[in-house]
């Protein structure tokens, strides 16, 4: 019997997280909270100004990719409560937003993965769907969900490779 590629439920909650990741992403358009310091990561990559981060750049690096790629120029300095103007900020908040949304069916497909049946698996990814914080973080500049996302990828690999 071949293996059913449709599921309904997959679908419904990745269409659901892409709405309710980047519905009205523009807003607020004023620097908030963290995306002070990676925003101003991305910027200071546009510049191609040394400085000093311990942290690994990979999101950052992405953040500032995403920069280049919606025409932002070197110099925004991020100040928090600061309108961004003519940055293009809602580049930036895109690549979260899409992460935040990937995690959803990502969460189905682990779930589904791990051995539960779709309705348990469903309710993973609506409970992920939901998550308040989640949903906040996928709106602005942060790494959290990207960082969230590699690591369920990773999980996701692991267990796809223990199959074979």
């Known amino acids: 019997m071949p293996k059913r590629i449709f599921y309904p439920e ?3 909650l990745t269409i659901a ?3 309710t990741r980047m519905w009205n992403l523009a807003v607020p ?34 953040l500032g990719f995403m920069a280049w790629v919606g025409g932002g120029m070197p110099g925004f300095d991020f100040q928090a409560g600061a309108s961004f103007g003519d940055f293009p900020y809602v ?11 990937l995690l959803v069916p990502l969460a189905y497909v682990v779930m589904r993965q791990l051995g539960f049946s ?16 989640l949903l906040l973080q996928s709106r602005l500049i ?3 969900t990207m960082m969230m996302l590699f690591i369920f990828l990773a999980f996701s690999l692991f267990l796809l490779s223990r199959k074979a």
């Open 142 to 144: 942060l790494l959290d």
């Open 29 to 62: 358009s004023t620097v908030v909270f963290d995306e002070a310091h990676f925003g101003l990561y991305a910027s200071k990559y546009l510049s191609h100004a040394f400085y000093f981060d311990i942290h690994p750049p990979l999101g950052k690096l992405l």
């Open 17 to 19: 997280a892409l709405f």
């Open 91 to 101: 580049a930036l908040r895109l690549l979260p937003a899409l992460s935040g949304a």
């Open 118 to 133: 779709r309705t348990a698996a469903f309710l993973a990814g609506f409970l992920v769907l939901f998550e308040n914080a």
């Open 10 to 12: 997959l679908i419904f």
